[in-house]
């Protein structure tokens, strides 16, 4: 059968992930987190103190990114390690906007997607899944919230996962408008929505409706139910 491809693109904290996750599980489909992979590139510039783009073009060919999938869910390796933890340090989110804007690693990135597209029917997020790496997916959805909501969401997340996180939330809100503003200004495949993708707003929406709502039209539209 012919693997099928659904594409979820938005800015930080749309609840992309969250929601692209559960639907890859309830339709039986792997779930791939294209953000994951430009932040182990990320971290590995870090790593190596990588300090112009030359270096970091030069470093892409030693780096070896895997991601698998786990019963706790897709764990990204780097060279045959687990990253996964490390790669949402704060100080990854602050580099990984510039990381992704540099055209060589997203060639290569965009690559390692598409292979993995080829395998098996995925549920792909990401920023520009449904116009560049898979502009023939038979399902695109574009998520967005308001900043604010948007902002609270990333707050909660980062209370429950650091109990320790002094992060308050107008940092967040400066954080994410900067990553944004950076993601979708970019000069190579910025952050947009594809014209045939189905814009969903989820500012006033739970995680279930999300999901309700996106394995609906996957139904309607892939599998004419
Ligand atoms: O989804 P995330 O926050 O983990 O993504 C981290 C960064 O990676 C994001 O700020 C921009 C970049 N990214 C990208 O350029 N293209 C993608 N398909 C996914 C992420």
Same mark, same amino acid.
């Given at each position: 059968?012919?693997?099928?491809?659904?594409?979820?693109?938005?800015?930080?904290?749309?609840?992309?992930?969250?929601?692209?996750?559960?639907?890859?599980?309830?339709?039986?489909?792997?779930?791939?987190?294209?953000?994951?992979?430009?932040?182990?590139?990320?971290?590995?510039?870090?790593?190596?103190?990588?300090?112009?783009?030359?270096?970091?073009?030069?470093?892409?060919?030693?780096?070896?990114?895997?991601?698998?999938m786990s019963p706790f869910g897709?764990r990204?390796?780097?060279?045959?390690?687990?990253?996964?933890?490390?790669?949402?340090?704060?100080?990854?989110?602050?580099?990984?906007?510039?990381?992704?804007?540099?055209?060589?690693?997203?060639?290569?990135?965009?690559?390692?997607?598409?292979?993995?597209?080829?395998?098996?029917?995925?549920?792909?997020?990401?920023?520009?899944?449904?116009?560049?790496?898979?502009?023939?997916?038979?399902?695109?959805?574009?998520?967005?919230?308001?900043?604010?909501?948007?902002?609270?969401?990333? /707050?909660?997340?980062?209370?429950?996962?650091?109990?320790?996180?002094?992060?308050?939330?107008?940092?967040?809100?400066?954080?994410?408008?900067?990553?944004?503003?950076?993601?979708?200004?970019?000069?190579?495949?910025?952050?947009?929505?594809?014209?045939?993708?189905?814009?969903?707003?989820?500012?006033?929406?739970?995680?279930?409706?999300?999901?309700?709502?996106?394995?609906?039209?996957?139904?309607? /539209?892939?599998?004419?139910?």
């Amino acid at each position: 059968m012919e693997a099928i491809i659904i594409t979820i693109d938005g800015p930080a904290g749309s609840g992309k992930s969250t929601t692209a996750k559960i639907v890859a599980e309830l339709l039986g489909y792997i779930y791939v987190d294209s953000g994951a992979m430009y932040r182990a590139v990320t971290l590995a510039t870090i790593r190596n103190k990588c300090e112009t783009i030359q270096q970091i073009v030069h470093l892409l060919n030693s780096l070896h990114i895997e991601l698998k999938m786990s019963p706790f869910g897709q764990r990204t390796f780097l060279n045959g390690e687990d990253i996964s933890e490390e790669i949402r340090e704060p100080i990854i989110t602050a580099k990984v906007s510039f990381i992704s804007s540099i055209k060589e690693v997203r060639t290569a990135m965009v690559d390692l997607q598409r292979k993995i597209g080829a395998q098996s029917s995925i549920v792909m997020d990401g920023r520009d899944i449904g116009t560049v790496v898979f502009p023939h997916a038979q399902l695109k959805i574009y998520m967005n919230a308001s900043i604010q909501e948007r902002a609270k969401r990333r /707050l909660n997340q980062m209370k429950s996962k650091y109990s320790e996180s002094t992060s308050d939330i107008s940092e967040i809100t400066e954080q994410i408008t900067h990553r944004d503003y950076a993601d979708s200004h970019r000069e190579i495949d910025p952050l947009k929505a594809a014209e045939d993708a189905i814009i969903l707003d989820t500012t006033v929406m739970t995680i279930q409706e999300q999901c309700e709502f996106i394995v609906k039209k996957a139904k309607q /539209l892939i599998y004419n139910e």
